[in-house]
């Protein structure tokens, strides 16, 4: 056995004898002597055990060179381009391809471009060399060199229309189908160059999960085109990471189309009693209170806004924190929500809070009998995207069939210019909304646990609550008896003890 032969044996990567000896060939050539064919082929078994990757999702920009087997996912379309000083235009190809451990974007450059288009199918496989490097969406490789591998079983699926499961980093030339859970308003930003530059986002949920949809510039604005609620597809997207979490990516190629097709969306949430500090989690139940908008002015001089509500499922409750636009959203005492991506936080009193920013979901659920009672279209709608229901819970008082509805505020629930909310008298109503609510006149006693302080007040017994109009001073989860008169929904306290 030759020195070339024994280092071979004890190479792990999948490389022919006959490659080997060529490439130690080439070593010693390299080398100029210096080298003899043990130590060469020494140093090209070292070189091949660094670049060949146990998968996809072990490439890395920086490498020198990747190798790995894959299949063929997609196809680009073939781009021309001037080189600098040469007459001849070069060419490119961008094909998309994947392993059991992700996808990534090769570029095969002039030659490899023309032969990839000529020659290449979706589904097949291939093994590829390449210099991988951060591209416009993730890690892309530059294809050195590539050739077709009939034995290798790779077990990816090769579809037009992906799930949210489905979706890996680098992955491009997207199309997913999915119920809108968020929408969010078009921001602009100003680019180096000098330009202005637009971005929005959307929450798209199906039945494998939900994730998070940027759209920029021109597409931007079709965050603004769509009600909560609603079936859309996105077309020609493409995967990025953002703080750990993948996010689809619409450019101007790509773009959203409402689709009349029925998803449904079941996330798994966590009991309110599970959750800890530093955790960002889904929950789900009915909101006991809702405090009036706040408004403050941040460092930098800008006004910011936030809304505390209180969400209550079978296990526990807890104060959530709606920052930004979320405190903008249309909801109240009685609401059924399910809340996507909010962040526990250590709040007031060592109690666990909350907090819902802008990469959080805020969606509001209507009950069956909402639907009932606003007629039979209103209940149809609720039935095609049956799902969100599941997000509750089945014993935390939530209706087992739900749907989602906009989240947009009405215009009676908007803030005035001085920024004070003008659903005090609506508070009282939602609070009181579905119960044996006393009539005016009666003389009541009534005992709950305070879920909301201030002026007024809201007591809860477990099955019904209560507004109350009382100078007292009571604090939050304070058990009180009041007693007294109702006048106009709400109750005027003579004694509270």
Do not use: C
């Amino acid at each position: 056995m030759s020195d070339i032969e024994g280092v071979y044996e004890n190479l792990e990567a999948d490389v022919s004898l006959e490659e080997f000896r060529e490439a130690v060939e080439a070593k010693v050539e390299q080398m100029g002597g210096l080298a003899d064919e043990e130590t060469a082929a020494m140093l090209v078994a070292h070189e091949i055990d660094e670049s060949e990757v146990g998968g996809i999702a072990d490439i890395e920009p920086g490498m020198e060179d990747a190798k790995f087997v894959a299949k063929v996912t997609a196809i680009g379309e073939v781009r021309t381009f001037e080189r600098d000083g040469e007459d001849e235009d070069g060419t490119v190809v961008n094909v998309d391809v994947a392993d059991e451990t992700g996808s990534v974007r090769a570029a095969f450059w002039d030659e490899h471009a023309d032969a990839a288009i000529e020659e290449l199918e979706e589904g097949q496989v291939l093994r590829i060399k390449g210099r991988p490097k951060e591209g416009f969406s993730g890690v892309e490789v530059s294809v050195d060199d590539v050739e077709p591998d009939d034995e290798t079983e790779i077990d990816v699926t090769v579809s037009d229309t992906h799930t949210v499961e489905d979706l890996s980093l680098g992955l491009s030339n997207v199309n997913l189908v999915g119920l809108l859970l968020d929408t969010d308003s078009v921001r602009t930003f100003d680019r180096d160059d000098g330009s202005e530059g637009k971005v929005s986002n959307l929450v798209l949920g199906d039945s494998t999960g939900r994730i998070r949809v940027t759209l920029w510039d021109e597409q931007a604005e079709l965050a603004t085109a769509f009600d909560v609620g609603t079936t859309v597809e996105v077309i020609d997207g493409y995967v990025k990471e953002r703080d750990g979490s993948l996010e689809l990516h619409v450019g101007n190629r790509g773009t959203v189309e409402e689709v009349d097709e029925d998803v449904e969306y079941v996330p798994e949430s966590t009991s309110i009693e599970d959750l800890e500090i530093d955790q960002t989690v889904d929950i789900a139940g009915v909101v006991r209170s809702a405090d009036p908008k706040r408004t403050f002015d941040r460092d930098d001089g800008s006004e910011g806004q936030v809304r505390n509500i209180r969400v209550q499922d079978a296990t526990d409750d807890i104060r959530v924190a709606l920052w930004g636009e979320k405190a903008d959203i249309d909801v109240g005492p009685g609401d059924e929500v399910a809340l996507g991506d909010v962040e526990i936080q250590d709040g007031w009193q060592d109690d666990l809070e909350a907090s819902a920013g802008w990469q959080s979901t805020i969606t509001v659920l209507e009950s069956d009998s909402s639907s009932a009672a606003a007629g039979e279209d209103a209940a149809d709608s609720s039935d095609a995207n049956a799902g969100l229901s599941a997000f509750a819970g089945d014993d935390d008082g939530v209706d087992d069939e739900t749907a989602p509805v906009s989240t947009e505020m009405s215009e009676t629930d908007k803030p005035d210019s001085a920024g004070e909310s003008k659903t005090e008298t609506e508070d009282t109503e939602r609070a009181n909304a579905g119960t044996d609510t006393p009539s005016d006149g009666d003389t009541v006693e009534f005992t709950g646990v305070v879920v909301q302080a201030g002026d007024p007040i809201v007591l809860d017994d477990g099955e019904t609550t209560m507004s109350v109009a009382t100078d007292a001073d009571v604090g939050l989860g304070e058990e009180v008896t009041v007693r007294g008169v109702v006048r106009d929904g709400r109750l005027d306290a003579n004694d509270v003890f």
